[in-house]
């Protein structure tokens, strides 16, 4: 499938607002090389350009590149994958950002298109979120499959990289707990746009949060001390020339048209899109 990418908007010509629009998640695996050093610290010194309230730079981060850690990692994410679809929390938790055809997707222009199903799956696309569909799904083994997937796709990678909050400025139902996130989101973001200037790509690694007992496993895994919260994982790496897409490809480059996210004025009137776009742009 080929669609315009959202840089088809008409937007002054820039590396860097070119380099924005272009970013995107990487779902399928990474060259094994590892990541140099200055790479690595090029995406530090990005990140910490972030702003931060009162230039607090409340986030830390991990860089990991023992293979040993970084199997038992994929492990967890692997079983933490296999567990969520098996009991169907993953579906009962997330179906309402699945679209089941081109039309819901033009329509909403958000959440993810499931296009890409396993095979024996397809004609059961529309079910997949059922009880029916579920059964099938178990007895396809498709819980394991998704599972070891994402177990390969972990353990294939020459980085991870863990975020992390300081306790003193991370304090949930406290503002400072909100800036805290808000600033970790931007020197998050840094590094997603820079990586592609690095020939790498970055992917969320999210399931083994899910899981409590795994997510404590990663933390003493890394040695987290109570003064720190881990946040989030990512894993990272060069990309190969040629990208195919996941068995789930769960990253959508659609958006929403301006006039489904941003009003003038007031929130009593939608703005209006002088450039509507006409597509999003899928995964190669
Ligand atoms: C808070 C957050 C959590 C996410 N979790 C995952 C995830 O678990 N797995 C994944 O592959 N992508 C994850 N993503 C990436 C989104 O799926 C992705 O950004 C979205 O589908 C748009 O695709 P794009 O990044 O390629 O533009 C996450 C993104 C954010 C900001």
Redesign the pocket.
């Known amino acids: 499938m080929s669609h315009e990418p959202p840089s088809a908007s008409p937007v002054p010509p820039s590396p860097v607002i070119e380099g924005m629009l272009r970013?995107?998640?990487t779902?399928g695996p990474f060259r094994p090389d590892r990541v140099s050093r200055e790479h690595q610290h090029a995406l530090m010194r990005v990140a910490q350009a972030a702003p931060s309230h009162f230039n607090s730079q409340p986030w830390r981060f991990v860089l990991i590149e023992n293979p040993q850690t970084i199997a038992r990692v994929a492990e967890l994410a692997g079983q933490s994958m296999t567990e969520l679809i098996e009991a169907g929390l993953f579906f009962q938790r997330y179906r309402r950002y699945f679209r089941f055809s081109q039309a819901e997707m033009e329509e909403k222009r958000d959440g993810?298109h499931i296009d890409h199903l396993p095979g024996p799956l397809r004609p059961f696309t529309r079910q997949v979120f059922s009880d029916a569909g579920l059964r099938l799904m178990r007895q396809l083994g498709v819980p394991k499959k998704l599972g070891e997937d994402n177990r390969k796709l972990v353990s294939g990678s020459p980085l991870l990289l863990a975020a992390l909050l300081d306790k003193e400025e991370y304090r949930p139902g406290e503002l400072s707990g909100f800036y805290s996130v808000f600033g970790l989101g931007a020197a998050i973001e840094n590094i997603w746009n820079a990586v592609g200037e690095l020939g790498m790509g970055i992917?969320?690694v999210?399931t083994p949060a899910e899981i409590p007992r795994h997510w404590a496993e990663i933390q003493t895994l890394l040695a987290v001390p109570q003064t720190l919260e881990l946040m989030a994982l990512y894993r990272l790496g060069y990309l190969p020339a040629d990208q195919s897409r996941p068995t789930i490809d769960?990253?959508?480059?659609h958006r929403k048209r301006l006039e489904q996210f941003v009003y003038r004025e007031t929130c009593a009137v939608p703005e209006t899109d002088a450039f509507p776009q006409t597509s999003g742009h899928a995964q190669p």
């Open positions: 970013r995107r998640t779902n993810i992917q969320f999210s769960w990253s959508s480059r």
